[in-house]
């Protein structure tokens, strides 16, 4: 086996799902934020019948469901080990050609043409290639510029808005 690759991809893995949340649950955010300004806004201005609003409730509810999978879950499969493998060896080059195809020759059955002492010495270079790489992050937890002028902008409405449209009392018509 490979317990330094193994290792590695799970940390790996954790920082790739931390960093990926943290990208999509911002633009969920944003959205849903923008989203509910807007159905109070116009619920303040031109008053929403009852059915209106019920409408506006559960379009909101399934494209929030919506946007849950597409933020959210769609992107862990950019997590999948071969994918993630191979960024860290786009990051380190010492590792390249390496590390996924070690991951993989462990945990499939040898190739009968495949030399058993080649594959070994394969994965003794690849387990030292994963033992020394550098401890830092392969993937940065950070939002893109763009995305946090939307949440800042978002937050500004929501500062400006939410009092000139009745505070919590106009959110609670739209989803009450």
């Not at 969920?28 to 609003?53: K, N, T, Y």
Request: hydrophobic share 55%; aromatic share 8%.
């Amino acid at each position: 086996m490979t317990p330094n690759i193994d290792e590695r991809l799970r940390g790996w893995r954790l920082q790739g799902l931390g960093a990926l949340w943290l990208e999509g649950g911002a633009r969920l955010a944003v959205w849903a934020g923008a989203a509910l300004l807007a159905a109070a806004a116009f619920d303040r201005l031109i008053g929403l019948p009852v059915e209106l609003r019920w409408a506006s409730f559960s379009l909101g509810s399934v494209s929030l469901l919506l946007g849950t999978g597409a933020w959210l879950f769609w992107p862990l499969r950019r997590l999948e080990a071969g994918r993630v493998l191979e960024a860290a060896c786009e990051r380190w080059p010492d590792a390249r050609g390496l590390l996924r195809s070690a991951w993989e020759l462990a945990r499939a059955p040898l190739d009968p043409a495949t030399s058993s002492s080649l594959a070994a010495r394969h994965l003794e270079a690849a387990e030292r290639a994963a033992a020394a790489l550098p401890e830092e992050a392969l993937f940065a937890a950070s939002l893109p510029p763009v995305l946090k002028r939307r949440l800042a902008g978002v937050a500004c409405l929501w500062a400006v808005g939410l009092p000139l449209l009745g505070g919590p009392q106009a959110l609670s018509r739209i989803v009450a």
